[in-house]
């Protein structure tokens, strides 16, 4: 079965701050993943996806994310946190659908 | 030249009426699904077609029925309308190929009265 699992409901950052955003997965076959972005009142949009071709892979606005097998994650980090970072972030594995996590709210502070 | 539509964007209506919800594709995509987005942000399928077949029905109330006239359209309807049915619906489509991802409409904000 696959699943992904996403640490932290919410996380908070200031401005310029290094931004972690966590996601486990559990996939039975070599995952497909994907982390989205929702800002308000849109819908979500690729941030950038793992197909296994490179295991450190960027995204676009900054973004990047490391699948590492042993630990089962796909972490997505920006080295340097913008106020229009702000958003809803959220993990995805790919089977015969879509599973998304349940999603991580990120607050960036002036 | 959006490539994931769905219309309308906002829908208020009132307890026991029936609503549809219309989306269409122009990316050439063989697979559609219909997600609900709850208050706390969380993602459910509802529904996946793929070339104007169902294949994925999660448990949903039977008044919500899908319908693909094409492969480039998914339309949800919705009878007798609950209060507990009020969310954002998302669409989206895909590739059948496994690495390819999906692409998501605007979302249809759904509340009922």
């Known amino acids: 079965a696959q699943s992904v699992t996403q640490l932290g409901s919410h996380v908070s950052v200031s401005e310029g701050a290094l931004v972690l955003l966590r996601c486990n997965y559990s996939?039975?076959?070599?995952?497909?993943l994907f982390w989205y972005v929702q800002y308000p009142n849109q819908g979500l949009q690729l941030l950038l996806k793992?197909?296994?071709?490179?295991?450190l892979v960027k995204g676009i606005n900054g973004f990047e994310a490391e699948f590492k097998k042993s630990e089962t994650s796909f972490h997505l980090t920006k080295p340097s946190a913008h106020m229009s970072d702000a958003a809803e972030y959220f993990c995805?594995?790919?089977?015969?659908?879509?599973?998304f996590g349940t999603g991580t709210s990120l607050t960036v502070i002036p | 030249d959006t490539a994931v539509s769905q219309t309308p964007k906002y829908l208020v209506t009132q307890m026991g009426n029936d609503k549809s919800i219309k989306c269409e594709q122009n990316?050439?995509?063989?697979?559609m699904y219909w997600y609900k987005q709850d208050s706390k942000k969380f993602l459910k399928i509802m529904f996946s077609y793929n070339n104007k077949e169902l294949i994925i029905n999660e448990t949903v109330p039977n008044r919500f029925s899908p319908k693909s006239p094409d492969k480039a359209h998914l339309n949800l309807h919705i009878n007798s309308l609950e209060l507990g049915d009020s969310a954002v619906y998302f669409c989206a489509s895909s590739q059948e190929t496994a690495n390819t991802e999906a692409f998501f409409g605007q979302g249809t904000r759904l509340t009922v009265v």
């Open positions: 996939s039975s076959v070599p995952p497909y």
């Open positions: 793992y197909t296994s071709a490179a295991t």
């Open positions: 990316l050439g995509h063989d697979t």
């Open positions: 995805a594995v790919k089977a015969n659908q879509f599973y």
